[in-house]
């Protein structure tokens, strides 16, 4: 089936960890990106990549870093300096030449 | 003030009713979504628009670029269709990049 797999569902860790969030996707999509979604807000973008080998930063990129090493795959790095890193995180993927995009399950990340 | 706004925020029907959600925004765009995330959080796409008129089974969706104004319309609505369902713009330019609502939390009552 294609798709957008992200992995795990749920996540734990402790205050001061990096942790990264996978995100997969076998659709042959160029275009990836990466946002966060916190409760009464809408979701935010915070990081894009456009092809293989090169990312843009969202609008809340910072404490966050990515990797575009292949086509597939978009892993999301959130690292101890984000200061508030508890929040829903949503994958998402999109051919160059379209507007739509779509969307993996989710990683719902509490740091503790 | 955000740059898409819906309302409302929240809404509870009872099962058999006609359901509008509504989407405003203050930037030009070149194609405005609709999407619905169910409890757990994965977002499915339902609609993409960027003038008049879309319909798919019980739904329906309208934009009016002049107005800058969307509508989610759902007929003879079903606990099923619960869910939040998000509204979503895409600016100009080349990066895809999406503008999203806050979201309206719909739950249909049997």
């Known amino acids: 089936d294609g798709g957008i797999t992200q992995s795990p569902k749920y996540l734990f860790r402790k205050e001061g960890q990096n942790v990264t969030l996978s995100c997969e996707q076998n659709?042959?999509?160029?275009?990836m990106y990466w946002y966060r979604q916190d409760p009464g807000q809408g979701l935010r973008l915070i990081y894009y990549?456009?092809?293989?080998?090169?990312?843009q930063k969202g609008d809340i990129a910072e404490g966050y870093s990515v990797s575009r090493e292949k086509k597939e795959s978009f892993p999301l790095t959130v690292t101890s300096a984000q200061k508030n890193p508890t929040a829903f995180y949503l994958c998402?993927?999109?051919?160059?030449?379209?507007?739509?995009?779509?969307f993996g399950p989710g990683t719902r990340l509490t740091v503790l | 003030k955000n740059e898409v706004e819906q309302s409302p925020q929240n809404l509870t029907a009872q099962e058999g009713e006609f359901i509008t959600i509504n989407c405003s925004y203050s930037?030009?765009?070149?194609?405005l979504h609709w999407l619905q995330q169910h409890p757990g959080g994965g977002i499915v796409s339902l609609f993409m628009?960027?003038?008049g008129k879309k319909k798919h089974g019980r739904l329906i969706a309208t934009i009016n670029i002049q107005e800058k104004h969307s509508s989610l319309h759902i007929t003879a609505s079903h606990p099923r269709d619960s869910a939040v369902y998000i509204c979503?713009?895409?600016?100009?330019?080349?990066?895809?990049?999406?503008?999203f609502g806050t979201g309206t939390l719909l739950a249909v009552q049997p």
């Open positions: 998402a993927s999109a051919r160059q030449d379209s507007n739509e995009q779509f």
């Open positions: 659709l042959n999509h160029d275009a």
């Open positions: 990549s456009q092809i293989v080998n090169d990312f």
């Open positions: 930037v030009g765009i070149s194609a």
């Open positions: 628009l960027s003038s």
């Open positions: 979503a713009v895409r600016g100009g330019g080349a990066t895809n990049k999406l503008i």
